[in-house]
């Protein structure tokens, strides 16, 4: 039997040769449905929008989505009914096509087959649409070869989202089982920077370092940077897991950042810096809340499994505005879910810039939308003065334990940053030889005064972390009393010690 089975126009020879289609499978699926209504559960993530070639299918597909919606069956004759009430019934071949689609003996058990071919050829369609505009544009007079370039790579990636989020993909595609989940989605990978007790950069998930301009988070950065580039192996006394290869997005002042980058930099570093890093200078072609795939798309053209964003207001529209905001958070998202590590720099609120030293700052001080540092998986802020060598690290944003407060020193010369000795909890302990109780470290960690419950509770942390290590003893205290009580001491352990002479 004809797949056009005799109404409506059959495809001209030009169209046969231009437009991929199979009319047998487009009749096959809708006589399935008409036959079994669950079929189009079954179908429809397949097939997506405007599969079918002949627009009367398209019609005719529409009713059937109609029917089931509303849980009404889908036979030709209930069909034939609604068509003639849309007005659509003679367009699309009256009641005798109707009856013909629903005669096809394929069987519902071939539906699920036959809807892929009806999607695949509706590809193949669309694809060889955007070639003929684009050969049409090219023959224009005055046309410009980078302006259909820039056309067809959107085209192109907008074809490509619309093809993985239609079909099966689309319900498939990023599902996993629940124990592969748990055992390896990320829940047992080494840090990129810190240890598992203490992560600063958790792998799968952004580090943002925020600060005012001036106080070494770019110095900060480039440290971390060159560790990932197998250039040291440690920043802030913490270690840091090598990367294949950095793309450096250098859009706030490359000149600066150069200028920045080149203090540690060194003869013998030129292979490296060559091979693994690459740097992007100046504005993006277009902003990640415009184009949520630019991000992927520019790690995997560089071949990068690391990209550092300096500085995030350079790279959306507005930072104020909360959908822009949610869509940037969508462009991380799709880089972190294709393997891309994700460091970025931000600015503090200006009215926060003059905060004293040493003071814990809040997530409401950084700027922009509320949506950036809710979607970062840890936030680093750095407060000081602009140019001053000593400022303090906050971790305000943690993967598991919390790193700090640090007080560091930049060496503006040398593009280093070391921890002050006098606030490491361990180094403490082990100058206290009557041990130190967790107010008592609290209360060095604060700066004196008199440190709040969360401050004392913090300290409480550090101190068992010192003992699960082997490095610190724990005396518990007793109750209070006619005596008063006693409060639970630490010690440096004897290993402690004797590890540090």
């Not at 047992?188 to 106080?215: C, F, H, N, Q």
């Not at 793309?247 to 013998?268: C, H």
Request: net charge negative; aromatic share 4%; glycine share 10%.
């Amino acid at each position: 039997m004809p797949s056009h089975f005799g109404y409506g126009p059959a495809p001209s020879p030009e169209e046969s040769a231009q437009a991929p289609y199979n009319l047998d499978a487009e009749c096959a699926v809708l006589g399935a449905c008409m036959h079994d209504s669950s079929v189009i559960d079954t179908v429809r993530p397949i097939l997506g929008e405007d599969a079918f070639y002949r627009p009367a299918h398209e019609t005719i597909w529409h009713a059937l989505l109609t029917q089931h919606r509303e849980d009404k069956p889908t036979d030709p004759i209930v069909l034939t009914e609604l068509l003639q009430q849309q007005g659509d019934l003679q367009r699309v071949g009256d009641r005798a096509y109707l009856h013909q689609l629903a005669d096809v003996h394929y069987g519902t058990g071939g539906a699920e087959h036959h809807a892929e071919i009806v999607r695949e050829k509706a590809n193949l369609r669309r694809l060889l649409a955007s070639a003929i505009r684009t050969v049409q544009r090219a023959q224009e007079p005055g046309a410009d070869p980078e302006a259909i370039r820039s056309e067809v790579e959107a085209e192109m990636r907008a074809e490509r989202e619309r093809a993985l989020a239609s079909g099966q993909g689309r319900l498939n595609r990023f599902a996993t089982d629940g124990w592969t989940f748990v055992t390896e989605t990320g829940a047992d990978t080494e840090p990129l920077w810190g240890t598992r007790e203490k992560t600063v950069w958790a792998s799968g998930e952004s580090l943002m370092i925020v600060g005012a301009p001036g106080v070494g988070k770019t110095t900060l950065a480039h440290q971390v940077v060159f560790a990932r580039l197998g250039l040291s192996e440690t920043v802030l006394e913490m270690p840091v897991a090598p990367s294949r290869r950095v793309l450096y997005l250098a859009m706030d002042r490359p000149t600066q950042i150069a200028k920045a980058m080149r203090r540690r930099v060194f003869g013998t570093d030129e292979k490296i810096l060559r091979d693994r890093l690459v740097v992007w200078q100046g504005p993006l072609p277009a902003s990640l809340d415009k184009e949520p795939d630019l991000l992927t798309d520019l790690a995997a053209a560089h071949r990068a499994d690391t990209i550092v964003i300096d500085s995030l207001k350079d790279a959306v529209s507005t930072m104020v505005d909360d959908s822009l905001a949610v869509a940037f958070h969508n462009a991380r998202n799709r880089a972190l879910r294709g393997g891309v590590e994700i460091l970025e720099l931000h600015h503090q609120r200006k009215a926060t810039a003059d905060a004293p030293r040493g003071q814990r700052p809040s997530l409401d001080q950084v700027y922009g939308s509320t949506w950036y540092v809710s979607g970062a998986g840890s936030v680093l802020f750095v407060t000081g003065k602009a140019g001053d060598p000593a400022v303090t690290l906050h971790h305000l944003k943690t993967p598991t334990g919390e790193i700090g407060p640090l007080d560091v020193t930049h060496d503006h010369v040398r593009g280093t940053t070391t921890v002050d000795p006098t606030k490491d909890p361990a180094i403490l302990l082990r100058n206290a030889p009557g041990g130190l109780t967790a107010r008592e470290l609290a209360a060095v960690l604060v700066g004196g005064g008199d440190p709040d419950r969360a401050d004392v509770e913090k300290a409480r942390r550090h101190l068992a972390r010192l003992v699960d290590s082997g490095l610190a003893t724990k005396a518990d205290g007793v109750a209070g009393g006619a005596g008063g009580g006693q409060q639970t001491r630490y010690y440096a352990s004897s290993r402690h010690l004797t590890a540090v002479g």
